[in-house]
């Protein structure tokens, strides 16, 4: 079986531990990916690796208050490229800020969710979503 492939951008990586945790709890095997910034997540994407091809993450969590570009401008950046287009991004985040969560639907978002990630949790939609997406992923490995 295929471990799901997921890339985590957040700076700081100080809820890295509370993400696993949550991860762990559903039993799936999975890869997780991090990045402190857009930047950096923008060359992982366009990384080839050693053998020249890309490969792409299955899940994306951006963490929405990213300094310089910021959560929405990444999920813009990843919505424009026809490569990236199809990727499941969720937006993380410890601030309900409607106007942000607006824009994000716009740019196609799989879901929101609201820190500290609890997948075990139906309060948070995108955590609900996310498990959910999870799971389908791993059912058709």
């Known amino acids: 079986m295929r471990s799901i492939s997921i890339l985590l951008v957040e700076n700081p990586l100080a809820g890295l531990t509370g993400i696993r945790e949550s991860l762990d709890k559903l039993d799936i095997l999975y890869n997780l990916v991090t990045r402190a910034n857009a930047n950096e997540a923008v060359g992982y994407l366009l990384d080839?690796?050693?053998?020249?091809?890309r490969r792409l993450p299955d899940?994306?969590?951006?963490?929405?208050?990213?300094p310089g570009v910021n959560g929405l401008e990444l999920l813009r950046i990843i919505r424009e490229?026809?490569?990236?287009?199809?990727?499941?991004?969720?937006?993380?985040?410890?601030?309900e800020d409607k106007v942000d969560r607006v824009i994000a639907e716009q740019l196609g978002i799989s879901g929101y969710i609201n820190k500290p990630l609890k997948l075990n949790s139906l309060s948070t939609m995108g955590a609900f979503n996310l498990m959910i997406d999870l799971i389908n992923l791993k059912s058709a490995r």
Request: aromatic fraction near 14%; hydrophobic fraction near 45%.
């Open 59 to 66: 899940v994306i969590l951006i963490d929405i208050s990213e």
């Open 48 to 53: 080839k690796g050693e053998f020249g091809q």
């Open 81 to 95: 490229d026809p490569e990236w287009f199809h990727l499941k991004c969720f937006i993380v985040t410890t601030v």
